[in-house]
């Protein structure tokens, strides 16, 4: 069984910075993509990011782009994700996932575990 746990959500003035990390415990991430997620209130959930199981292959929404970097730690099977930059937008339950395969994906069914998300408050 695989257990994703998020940490480092929290409330942040406009412009400033978070970084979340995702610590899987089961089987090893290193065998699989990893993705982000976010789901603000009364919408539905969205990809911000995705990140292959090497690392060198990433994939952002275009809306965080040049604002956020997603990283692995595969010896520490730890995912991470460095928002800077953070808008009031950005406001929203931040999720981890495993991929279903070593490449990255975009799409929901790309993953099969979730963590069970952490909360992200920017305000203006």
């Known amino acids: 069984q695989v257990q994703l746990v998020e940490s480092g959500g929290g409330l942040v003035q406009a412009g400033g910075s978070l970084r979340l990390s995702c610590a899987a415990s089961g089987r090893i991430l290193s065998l699989y993509a990893m993705g982000w997620f976010r789901q603000a209130p009364g919408k539905n959930r969205e990809f911000v990011a995705a990140?292959?199981?090497?690392?060198?292959?990433?994939y952002y929404t275009d809306s965080v782009k040049g604002r956020f970097t997603i990283a692995r730690d595969n010896a520490k099977n730890t995912v991470y994700l460095q928002m800077n930059s953070l808008k009031p937008e950005d406001t929203a339950v931040y999720y981890c996932?495993?991929?279903?395969?070593?490449?990255?994906?975009?799409?929901?069914?790309?993953?099969?575990?979730w963590g069970q998300g952490t909360q992200v408050t920017v305000s203006s």
């Open positions: 990140i292959n199981r090497s690392g060198t292959g990433i």
């Open positions: 996932a495993r991929g279903t395969t070593y490449y990255r994906s975009s799409r929901e069914d790309g993953y099969d575990y």
